[in-house]
């Protein structure tokens, strides 16, 4: 965590404040929004790999598959089953 | 939003990666076998995605393209679909304007077929434009209508007719006259409403006698004249009397004959008369075949000579006694009632006579002209 994040976090203030780094919200039984990502590795109805500034971000799940991409962001729909973090 | 459906033959990690790098958004992309991608753009961004892809070289067709314009464009293209909706107009505006029905309205006594007669149209008629006034004018002219109007509904044509009030009979109650018998009759009973009974129960009365006097007997004892009124029912007897004479002439074969056979063919017929001054005929029609136009037909001449028979009326006394009684019948009022018939049979020296007698109830009081 670098030092504008850790003054961020030590003081509350709002998330939006993060520099850098990506957002990865879970809307249950919907889908996954992930914002801020650096391009797609694999993607499967079983298991999607999306690159992310550092590290890589794998999902698992069941029929999952990618409602919208570009840029920034990646919308994913299906059953998500779990979401894990690779160096 | 316009979108357009590609599909691109490259890995399609590679492909969404790229195309995200230039910002072309992509909607459902589909992995498909063989390393093929189907997906949607907007229909805006389809240049750069297609310059970026030519770039990568990637292969890629366009699967189809949606939204309002071009649907709207490939909709105007159907050229049958539109050929189908304008004859569908053209029907619609061609019944509008055609006549199918005529109804008639309030016609009771007066026969509706001649009062559509009247109208001079014969359905049904396309683009129709009625003289609603001409037919008026005629529906009016008919026998037993007042007045019409003619109203065209739709495909209708609705001619409301009044029809002139039927004629009623002015009934004289005041002038002074007699009722008297219309039939020679017996008395059977009698109603006096007004006036004075000249006849009572079981009279013979002849026809034109007087039945029901003009007058009243005042109580000093004067006439005071009235119109007679009322009802008298009597007895009337009809009587039809033939006579059948015991030697009759009539026509007898002699033996000779001849035959003659003719094709009739349409509008033309060959018919040669018999030689024989007095013959009978038979006549057979012969059927040549159902198609073909025309018959064959047999005539057979029999020669006769007038003889003397003797005519046996017992053995039809019968049948002629039922013959003769429905042609009485058929003569009588319709308004009589049936009360008895009886027949007598009278044997002279050259015929016999049928005597047959209907007896009926009915009304003979009527106003003398």
């Known amino acids: 965590m670098g030092y504008w994040n850790e003054i961020v976090a030590n003081f509350c203030l709002p998330h939006e404040n993060f520099a850098g780094g990506s957002r990865i919200s879970i809307f249950d039984d919907v889908g996954v929004l992930i914002e801020g990502h650096r391009g797609i590795v694999s993607f499967a109805p079983e298991r999607m790999e999306i690159r992310l500034n550092k590290r890589k971000l794998v999902l698992f799940g069941k029929d999952m598959r990618i409602a919208r991409c570009n840029r920034y962001e990646i919308y994913i729909v299906g059953k998500i089953g779990s979401i894990e973090r690779e160096e | ?235 009337v007897f009809y009587q039809r009397h033939i006579f059948y004479p015991h030697i009759m002439m009539s026509k007898v074969r002699t033996g000779a004959k001849e035959t003659q056979t003719v094709i009739e063919l349409p509008s033309l017929l060959y018919k040669k008369q018999s030689s024989f001054v007095s013959y009978d005929t038979e006549i057979r029609v012969i059927l040549c075949s159902n198609i073909l136009p025309f018959k064959i037909i047999k005539t057979t001449y029999y020669e006769t000579r007038e003889q003397e028979t003797y005519f046996d009326f017992k053995t039809h006394q019968e049948q002629l006694v039922l013959e003769n009684f429905e042609v009485l019948s058929s003569t009588l009022p319709e308004d009589g009632k049936p009360v008895k018939w009886w027949y007598l049979v009278k044997r002279l020296d050259k015929n016999t006579v049928l005597s047959i007698y209907y007896q009926i109830e009915t009304q003979v009081a009527v106003r003398p002209r």
């Open chain 2, 1 to 235: 939003m316009e979108k357009t459906r590609i599909r691109a033959e490259a890995p399609p990690v590679f492909v969404i990666n790229a195309l995200n790098a230039v910002d072309v958004r992509i909607l459902k992309p589909v992995q498909e076998k063989g390393n093929r991608l189907v997906f949607t753009i907007d229909k805006r961004e389809k240049e750069i995605a297609f310059k970026t892809m030519d770039k990568k070289n990637v292969k890629y067709s366009v699967l189809s393209e949606r939204g309002w314009k071009t649907d709207g464009k490939r909709l105007l293209m159907r050229f049958g679909m539109w050929a189908g909706i304008i004859v569908g107009l053209a029907l619609i505006v061609i019944y509008s304007t055609m006549l199918t029905r005529i109804r008639v309205l309030g016609a009771e006594r007066v026969n509706e077929n001649d009062i559509i007669a009247a109208t001079g149209i014969s359905l049904p008629v396309v683009f129709a434009s009625p003289d609603m006034e001409a037919i008026e004018k005629a529906t009016v002219a008919l026998d037993g209508i007042a007045g019409a109007s003619v109203v065209r509904k739709g495909t209708t044509l609705e001619i409301s007719v009044i029809e002139e009030l039927p004629h009623t009979e002015i009934i004289d109650t005041d002038t002074p006259a007699p009722l008297v018998a219309n039939e020679d009759c017996v008395i059977e009973r009698m109603v006096v409403v007004q006036g004075t009974a000249a006849v009572k129960k079981g009279d013979t009365v002849r026809k034109g006698d007087i039945l029901i006097d003009a007058f009243m007997i005042d109580a000093e004892g004067n006439q005071v004249p009235v119109r007679a009124m009322g009802e008298v029912v009597a007895n």
